[in-house]
């Protein structure tokens, strides 16, 4: 079974700080990272997509993904208050069909 | 602005009723899938479709089918409703391109009574 590990919280930060969101994935074969941001009550919805060792940045948020690991994390600077949500890990486990998996999630409480 | 559309957000049905959730996709989207979302259990794939007329089973198909006649929408039937499947429904679509992720509907929240 194709796993995605993530610490389910909750993580809280103060405003301002930087807020490090990590995730595991059991196929080493895996090709494609993605993470979601989930609102109470709400749809996930896409924040960042990664693809190749390194860090890939967009804003606040940072992705990073180390394949020999089999790490990918997600860094939100100056965290808001209105960063505080699920954030959800993604891995594609089948490329032809683009299936994801996804982990169950860290909520991420920024204090104001 | 692209956009999946699920037909209702809320939604109560009585147990051993036939219920359809429908999805549709404006992004011409190869892909298609159902998932549902369950506190403490995350989000766990239905089923999936990757072209008209194809469906796979995802790890939780018990109690479920799915028709696709058309590119841009994919209905989830319910045979005969259970209390078991109260939850939140997500539809997602995505295309055959490894950069783009899925894109979600808003959700279903279906109550059986």
């Known amino acids: 079974q194709k796993e995605v590990e993530q610490n389910s919280g909750p993580l809280s930060v103060p405003e301002g700080a930087i807020a490090s969101l990590n995730c595991t994935y059991s196929?080493?074969?895996?090709?494609?990272f993605f993470w979601y941001r989930q609102y109470s009550g709400k749809s996930p919805e896409l924040i960042m997509s990664i693809y190749s060792n390194g860090d890939k940045e967009d804003g606040r948020f940072t992705a990073q993904l180390n394949k020999a690991s089999q790490y990918v994390s997600l860094l939100i600077r100056d965290s808001q208050p209105s960063d505080s949500a699920t954030y959800l890990c993604a891995v594609i486990v089948s490329s032809n069909t683009g299936k994801l998996i996804f982990g169950q999630g860290t909520t991420l409480q920024v204090k104001p | 602005d692209v956009k999946v559309t699920q037909s209702s957000r809320y939604l109560v049905k009585r147990t051993g009723e036939k219920v359809f959730l429908e999805c549709v996709q404006d992004?011409?989207?190869?892909?298609m899938f159902w998932y549902r979302q369950d506190p403490g259990l995350g989000l766990r794939l239905i089923y999936f479709?990757?072209?008209?007329?194809?469906?796979e089973k995802g790890d939780i198909p018990e109690g479920y089918s799915v028709s696709r006649e058309k590119k841009e929408r994919f209905s989830l039937i319910l045979e005969s409703a259970s209390t078991n499947q109260t939850s939140m429904y997500l539809c997602a679509s995505s295309n055959i391109n490894r950069d783009y992720g899925y894109t979600f509907g808003s959700g279903t929240r279906l109550t059986v009574v």
């Open positions: 479709s990757y072209d008209v007329k194809m469906k």
């Open positions: 196929d080493r074969g895996s090709q494609s």
């Open positions: 992004m011409d989207h190869e892909n």
